[in-house]
């Protein structure tokens, strides 16, 4: 890779958002402070900034097929297809090739990888989940807490063919051994769940966070809310489900049928869930079916279908989900957008200034 131009320290007069403030902030090599840095360089003296985006369930791991990346080199390009878009921080919810050396280099997002996420046998993607028999899946998923950077993918349910729908991937049990086992290992859990039986035995059972969630019950949401357990609907994700449910229409019309019924009902799921005080970040699931770069498009979902003011939105996003990931909040990253994103979140789709790790990788035009 070519060598990177020392850094410079920056000066930008904006509104920062999470104090909605206009400040001076100034980037001094990968920290932003609010106190005067001699020498600073003004890149900006106009719009609203934010500490970027944070994409809480993507895949850098994952190609379209879906297949799995065969390279770092991959991996790294679609890192920066995400941070092109305003996203400075990745939780990868799962990856099947490892890729460490991402982690800290200069120009990627922050990284925050849950190492492969583990899976039933032949009730997944062919190649994509680290696969287990009941006896395994406990151990595995112990074993991946030393993979990532403390969190670690489950796969709560899946299609089970032999029943023509929507099943728990292993019995109630085995799923909350699996989680206390992780945890037990310093990691916190994500838990793939479509299913209304799945996502009630994971939440029960201490689940840090519920990825989709589209079977999830009004009486689990103040459950999730009093334990902090966060949901990251991945609407962009849910919309597709007509789609998976036309191609399952001949041989699973049950699981069709439920698919279906889920992604109808899934805004309000979302929506209430939001009104119960459960946490809920932003996650697109890109890689495979969905593109990289469209966490605007997911913000919007949120907003637009959900009901969820713009202003939680942006804060969701972005600074609250940088805290509940646990990246300091004085690094030197920052996104800022001409017009306020609360007032219309067009705005994010046009980032006029990105800094990460105190370098400008994108400058007003």
Known sequence: ??????LEPLHLRVVWLPDDTVRDVYVDGDRTTFEPVPGARTVTTAGFALPGLVDAHCHIGIRRGPKAIESVDEARALARTD???????????GSPYPYPELVGEDGMPRLIRAGHHIAASRRYLRG??????P?????ALARQAALGDGWVKLVGDWIDRDKGDLAPSFEPEILTAAIHAA???????????FSEEAVACVVEAGADSIEHGTGLAPDLLDRMAARGIALVPTMINIETFDDIAAGADAKFPRYADHMRRLKQGFPGVVRAAWEAGVPVYLGTDAGGGIDHGLAAEEMHLLHERAGIPAADVVAAASWRAREWLGIPADLGDLVVYEDDPRADLAAVREPAVIVLRGRILKAPK
């Open 183 to 193: 945890q037990a290992e310093g990691a916190k859990v994500a838990v793939h769940t």
């Open 135 to 139: 006896h395994e899946a406990v151990a």
């Open 83 to 93: 941070r092109d878009a305003g996203v400075l921080a990745i939780r990868d919810a």
């Open 128 to 133: 994509i989940g680290l696969e287990c028999e």
């Open 1 to 6: 890779m070519n060598a990177l131009a020392p």
